[in-house]
C-alpha cells in the first residue's frame, strides 16, 4: 500500500511542519536595518541551474542551492535532477552549494548513526564536486523539520532552513530557519512580490525556496517570468539579496 504509506508521510509531513515551531530556540537575533533576501533552491532540477542561476547573475546575485548528492542526475517525469558538473558549474559561478542530505529522506526517519552516515556522505560528494569545500547550511527534505536532530545538524551547520511561510525577524532558532515557497499555482507566485515589500517595510531576511524553473513547472516550481519578476522586485525595492552564507555574516551570526 504505498500509495497510503506516501499520504501517510504527507499528513505527518504537514502536520509536523506545522507543530514544530513550538519546540524551536531562540539562541540567535535577526538584527538588521537592511531587508535581507536570499533566493534558495531545493534538491535540485537541472532548471534552477539554467534558468534560476542566470536570472541571478543578470541581476548581479547569488543564490543557495541545497543539493541531495542521491538525486544526481535522476529523471523524472517532469524534471531532471542535478548532475556534478551542473553543481560544480553553480560553485564556480559563486553560488552556495548547501546540504540537503544524501538520500532526501524526512530527517525523523533515520537513525541517529544512518543519519550522521548519510551527511557525512552527501559532505564527501559536495566536497568532491566543489573542490572540497564542506557546505555551511542544510535544508530539511520535505521542510520537515526534526527538533530531535537539532544536535547532530547544529555541529555540522551554520543553519537550518524548512518551511512555515514566514519572514525570519528577532529571535531565532538557526537549526529551523522560516522560508517561504515559490510553489504552484502561478498568480500566488507572483504575488510574492507582497511579502518582498513586507519585508523591505521592516527589514529582516525573507528566504525563498523553490525547486524547477521551467516554462511548465511542476506543482513546485514557477516559470522564469515569475522568478526574474521577484528577483528583480527583491533588487529593485532595496533589498540586499546574498546566499544565505552571506546574509549570516552580515547578520554576525
Ligand atoms: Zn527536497
Known amino acids: 500500500m504505498p500509495e497510503t504509506a506516501n499520504r501517510l508521510g504527507d499528513l505527518v509531513n504537514r502536520l509536523s511542519n506545522r507543530l514544530i515551531w513550538k519546540f524551536a530556540s531562540r539562541p540567535k537575533e535577526v538584527r538588521t536595518t537592511v531587508p535581507l533576501v536570499s533566493f534558495t533552491f531545493d534538491d535540485v532540477p537541472d532548471s534552477a541551474l539554467d534558468a534560476g542561476a542566470a536570472i541571478l547573475e543578470k541581476y548581479g546575485v547569488f543564490g543557495t542551492f541545497y543539493i541531495a548528492g542521491g538525486l544526481a ?3 523524472e517525469e517532469e524534471r531532471t535532477l542535478i548532475s ?21 529522506k524526512a530527517v525523523r526517519s533515520y537513525s541517529a548513526g544512518s543519519f550522521a552516515r548519510d551527511l557525512d556522505r552527501n559532505a564527501a560528494y559536495l566536497g ?6 564542506q557546505p555551511q547550511n542544510f535544508a530539511f527534505p520535505y521542510n520537515a523539520a526534526w527538533p ?40 500566488k507566485a507572483r504575488g510574492l512580490t507582497r511579502v518582498i515589500d513586507e519585508v523591505a517595510r521592516e527589514p529582516g531576511w525573507l528566504i525563498f525556496y523553490g525547486h524547477d524553473i521551467a516554462a511548465r513547472p511542476t506543482p513546485y516550481g514557477c516559470t522564469p517570468e515569475t522568478f526574474e519578476l521577484l528577483v528583480r522586485h527583491a533588487v529593485e525595492s532595496g533589498c540586499e539579496v546574498l546566499t544565505v552564507a552571506r546574509a549570516l555574516d552580515r547578520l554576525g551570526w
Open 73 to 75: 542526475g535522476q529523471v
Open 128 to 133: 568532491q564536486v566543489a573542490g572540497n569545500r
Open 148 to 187: 530531535a536532530a537539532r544536535r547532530e545538524l547544529r555541529r555540522r551547520f551554520r543553519t537550518c532552513r524548512a518551511g512555515g511561510g514566514g519572514i525570519n525577524r528577532g529571535p531565532t532558532d538557526p537549526t529551523m530557519l522560516k522560508g517561504v515557497g515559490i510553489e504552484q499555482p502561478e498568480d
Open 84 to 104: 556534478p558538473e551542473g553543481c560544480r558549474d553553480l560553485a564556480a559561478r559563486g553560488h552556495e552549494l548547501g546540504c540537503h542530505t544524501f538520500s532526501h
